[in-house]
């Protein structure tokens, strides 16, 4: 009894482990990060230099008769079964942006130009830009901690731009993602696997004997 139950709680353990990714771009830095639990992995900027492959030497080839594979019935898939397809491919993308976590948004844009007033006129279409979006990216993402600013400079000749996203969801919920997506395919794919064998009784019902 108490080895299933060490058992079960090393299984809750695994499936709350947090996944995700810590991103930032900015003048003084440029990173990504993935994140497994309490590890941490650099993927840019890569570090290290990659060794030089060795060249191996070719073996010849040597001609194998190809074998003759059976042929069974291919599902022909219509444009409705492409469309069916992609509302469950939506369905899944719908469940991935409920339970993923957005744990920082951080954008520090400061519009800038060598005439101060087309630095004006950035200025406005990024704030407008940034209002009209922030509807529908607040109700797509559960978005945890925010900070979003925007300035003016009159000196500077450039813009300047830094931002930063942290991202975060847990195994648990990607293994539910996956379970949804996978029955609804499956179902799917016995539907159109019983409607081709019911069209094929029924080509083979009308043959004339």
Known sequence: MLAWMIVLLVLLLILAIPLGADAAYGPREAFLKLKIGPFRKTVLPGTGRKKPKQDKPQKPKTETPEEEKPTGRKIKLTLED??????????????????????????????ASADPYGAVVQYGRVNAFLGAIAGPVHRTFLIRREDVRTGLDFEAAKPAVSARLVLSIQVWEILLIAVCAGASGLRWYLNKKRAATAADAGSAGKEPV
């Open 82 to 111: 492409f469309l069916e397809l992609a509302e469950i491919a939506l369905k899944a993308l719908r469940r991935f942006n409920l339970h993923l976590s957005v744990d920082l948004l951080e954008l520090d844009y400061t519009a």
